[in-house]
């Protein structure tokens, strides 16, 4: 079956811009995540979804971050006001439920900001 | 954050097992461990979790020690398509049941 994906593959914007970043999970996946990744790192966790609801947001470094889920499917993570430090590639990951051990990735969304 | 400490970098040959260890001193009686893997320019893979007994499945084991201050990860017979940065992560309440990544280890097989 269909795996997670994210659009776009590669997002480069200018300082300052707006962005959105599109992640739609697996079919019946009531927990979704989102992580940043820079060069060298591990994943960082950003956002957590409970079906609609962000049920853990501690992870979004400041309030240029947001991220909305209104169908408890398809999740957009939306960056104001962007920086050079806010590139990174962002993943996203879905399961069953928190319950679940396993996530499950998409490729990523390369963000480079210029 | 609850820790874990793996080494930066691991190298084995083709088609002998490999062994990743990681320390996880500070674990808690509720800390699940878990292993994702990243192969290059793509999302982490989920490869094995487990919580006090030693796990199998179809890609690895993971040994877990008694005390549950350390963890091995075994891949049986490495191949090519192994080489990846694998991660040991704990997950529980003192996590926030929320994944926190390190550096990894950084496998490399060869040929």
């Known amino acids: 079956g269909a795996g997670v994906s994210q659009t776009p593959s590669n997002k480069v914007t200018e300082k300052g811009k707006y962005v959105e970043l599109r992640c739609d999970p697996i079919?019946?996946?009531?927990?979704l995540y989102w992580y940043r990744q820079s060069l060298g790192q591990g994943p960082e966790f950003l956002i957590y979804f409970q079906g609609t609801g962000a049920a853990d947001d501690s992870g979004l470094p400041n309030d240029r971050f947001f991220a909305v889920r209104p169908e408890g499917s398809v999740s957009t993570l939306k960056i104001q006001r962007t920086e050079r430090g806010d590139s990174a590639v962002y993943l996203c990951?879905?399961?069953?439920?928190?319950?679940?051990?396993?996530?499950?990735f998409g490729p990523g969304t390369r963000l480079t900001v210029l | 954050d609850a820790k874990t400490t793996q080494p930066n970098s691991m190298e084995s040959n083709e088609e002998e097992p490999v062994h990743l260890p990681c320390n996880h001193s500070?674990?808690?009686?509720?800390?699940?461990i878990h292993w994702y893997r990243q192969l290059p320019s793509q999302g982490p893979e989920y490869v094995i979790h487990g919580l006090t007994s030693n796990v199998n499945n179809r890609m690895a084991s993971l040994a877990i020690a008694e005390d549950r201050k350390s963890s091995t990860l075994i891949l049986h017979r490495a191949t090519l398509r192994d080489a990846a940065v694998y991660y040991c992560?704990?997950?529980?309440?003192?996590?926030?049941?929320?994944?926190?990544f390190g550096t990894g280890t950084s496998l490399t097989v060869i040929p």
């Open positions: 990951a879905s399961s069953p439920g928190l319950a679940s051990g396993e996530q499950f």
């Open positions: 992560i704990l997950r529980g309440p003192n996590t926030g049941n929320q994944f926190y």
């Open positions: 079919s019946g996946h009531t927990a």
């Open positions: 500070t674990i808690s009686g509720t800390d699940y």
